[in-house]
């Protein structure tokens, strides 16, 4: 029974679109609401107006390629029904969550006393600010002077999405920094969008703690966890101890041959 009444609902949908589609719709108002996760929001229908006739209203939520009913049949839809009221100019939603941002259309078909039908639309963007989560910082823990080191930080929760900051040392890294004495003798880039800190070539200078921030002017900033970068010399003892141990082996290699040499075996070969 429960997927007959889905099925059904979904017919009226169809018949609800199709019908009303054969009416040219005069767009009244588009336009976008910002809130806070959690908070009351009225959505305006900017469609209605007073006026002579019978209204039939309709309110869809879209969101990408699918389609849901807010309000139809004179009623809320089950989805909504427990914190979102019906008026004649809006609805009002009790309490927000980032899953509500899409755009809401309000379709008002107004049919006059000789019949006509006159179908009106207007459309809201919404969009639920939701707080920067704790980012995460990837920044490798070692890299040798004169190399690249790419850091990175992401956040995945914030909406609109949130702008990145980097810090060393707990002091703030300046998008240039040549302008900072305490960074004129690093060589760094910082994309602010995606959280890309990239330092070329690495100097003795770049060795610190690093951290990012997220924020996105809703709720407070947030920062994530410390991580120790060294920049390390060339190891010049170790090349020079694989170069020592080379020079042996093959020094061992060269006796093995002479030796060989004295001792007859390559004239045994011959015979």
Not at 74 to 85: F, G, L, S
Not at 131 to 141: E, F
Not at 237 to 244: E, F, L, M, S, T
């Amino acid at each position: 029974m429960a997927g007959s009444g889905a099925w059904g609902r979904v017919r009226l949908l169809l018949l609800s679109v199709s019908s009303w589609s054969l009416i040219s719709a005069q767009v009244m108002n588009t336009q976008t609401i910002q809130v806070p996760e959690n908070k009351a929001i009225e959505i305006p229908c900017a469609a209605y107006a007073s006026q002579s006739g019978t209204a039939r209203v309709e309110w869809k939520f879209e969101k990408g390629s699918s389609i849901a009913l807010v309000y139809y049949d004179a009623k809320v839809t089950d989805p909504y029904k427990d914190r979102v009221q019906y008026t004649p100019t809006g609805i009002r939603f009790t309490s927000v969550t980032r899953k509500d941002t899409g755009k809401y259309v309000c379709e008002v078909l107004w049919t006059g006393s000789g019949g006509t039908s006159q179908l009106r639309k207007s459309e809201v963007d919404l969009i639920v600010q939701v707080p920067p989560s704790k980012p995460i910082a990837k920044v490798p823990t070692s890299v040798t002077i004169g190399n690249k080191a790419v850091l990175t930080c992401t956040e995945t929760d914030g909406s609109p999405p949130p702008t990145f900051q980097w810090y060393r040392d707990n002091i703030l890294m300046p998008s240039n920094p040549k302008i900072s004495e305490k960074f004129r003798n690093s060589s760094y880039t910082i994309d602010t969008k995606t959280g890309v800190l990239t330092i070329e070539p690495v100097t003795s200078f770049d060795t610190g703690d690093y951290f990012c921030e997220a924020q996105n002017n809703v709720g407070t900033a947030q920062k994530s966890e410390a991580i120790h970068l060294e920049a390390t010399e060339v190891n010049v003892g170790g090349i020079v101890a694989a170069v020592v141990v080379l020079l042996i082996v093959l020094a061992l290699v060269a006796f093995g041959i002479w030796f060989a040499y004295r001792r007859g075996f390559f004239s045994k070969r011959r015979e």
